[in-house]
């Protein structure tokens, strides 16, 4: 049986009778609650109710800590990003699918990591997925039936040294395992070419549907074979867009992570709403960091015994500083975490600044009493 709707084995849809039941507190939160959308974490994990929850559970707190329901409305990419990152959108194939198209020969990959940070990109790409699953929403409307995946065309001529630059393929790996964890089954068909595949494309896409430099009939109005209105084409980043070049921040304090430990600042949080905002650089290499929870200040944890509130990731802080936000939903000892474990070799030095932002009701509070002044890097609020 395949475990989906219409051909599932008594078992299977027993553990989706289950599966729905344990989920029952969250259901509201999904952006989905249809069978067809269970299902497909149901088949991620082989139908084990257990992991299956844990898996979508996880996928909540990424949504919520990613902003995830109003990244399409909300959230827009730097413009280099917008201009220089490649790919599209680009016609159905024969299921009713949408075709997504990676283009990677003419892309600039260190000029990229250059000019945005990583979690633009990878947050660029949870929009590019979010509004993929949104055609699929509209497509399953038009035609009556369930559309839940995609066909993606990556396009490899072109491809060369430049491309593996080991910063840029360590953020694809992330962003591949992103989309494996919370986009489950939403991959149909992937298709690596490299010269010529009409032939091969053709069985699955109509040439109605195909670009025209891919042996199809599509072209945009004007004719362009390429399609670039709907697949975005790009070429080398002008080195006006790089932010080493632009932004010169000064940081209020730095620090040395030696090689195979990790560091970690404190800040005690009086108040549900306070907002923690950071700012990192770090010398020569990358730099783990994340953000955790404990209930004592002063008393040094381990990470995997205090509560993980950011998941803790490489940075790619020495090409393009890093920044990020917290809102404090409840007290408690916040902790910033710059893990550098993974290396054998060599110690960090990291330059951070960061700065703690009472709530809407305290702070104008507190600027009657200070005429305004702030509180930065405040280890206690």
Partial sequence: MSGRVGDLSPKQAEALEQFRSKIQDVLPQLPAQHDHFLLRWLRARNFSVQKSEAMLRKHLEF?????????ITDWHPPEVIEKYLSGGMCGYDREGSPIWYDVIGPMDPKGLFLSASKQDFIKSKIRDCEMLQQECNRQSERLGRN???ITMIYDVEGLGLKHLWKPAIDTYGEILQMFEDNYPEGLKRLFVIK??????LLKYIDAEELPAIYGGKATDPDGDPHCRTRINLVGPVPPSYYVRDHVRVDYEQC???????????????????????WQFACESADIGFGVFLKTRKGEWKKASEMQEI???QRYNAHLVPEDGSLTCERPGVYVLRFDNTYSIFHAKRVSYTVEVLLP????????????GTSEKSSHHV
């Fill in 255 to 277: 620090m040395t992570v030696n090689r195979g430990s990790s560091q970690q600042l404190d800040y005690e949080i009086l108040f549900p709403g306070c907002v923690l905002r």
């Fill in 195 to 200: 010269g010529n595949w009409q032939e091969v």
């Fill in 147 to 149: 559309i839940e995946s």
């Fill in 310 to 312: 950011i998941p803790s």
């Fill in 63 to 71: 949504r919520k800590h990613m902003k995830v329901d109003a990244i």
């Fill in 360 to 371: 809407d009701r305290l702070q104008s509070q507190r600027e009657g009493q200070t005429n």
